[in-house]
């Protein structure tokens, strides 16, 4: 499985799933949005951290084209810090 982090306008982000959810909160990020089986983009310290907890797992970069094809509202976002 090859992960690479993606360059965002806010720096660089990993893409993971979130496999399960402990809390509404995670080091000032909101997860209070998010769902069991959501994509999300997020920094490298919270998604190693979420990853190393068991809360999350690596997701693959998709090919260019296929994120694209989804509606705005579907496509990976990054929860916004509170």
Known sequence: M??????????LVYRIRLTRK???SLNGFDLSRVRIGDVLLLPDSVASMLIAEG???A?????ASANQSLPQD???TVPRRR
């Open 2 to 11: 090859r992960v690479s982090p993606v360059a965002q306008d806010h720096g």
């Open 22 to 24: 402990l809390a509404l």
């Open 55 to 57: 809360w999350a797992e």
């Open 59 to 63: 997701v693959p970069e998709p090919p």
């Open 74 to 76: 579907q496509r990976s």
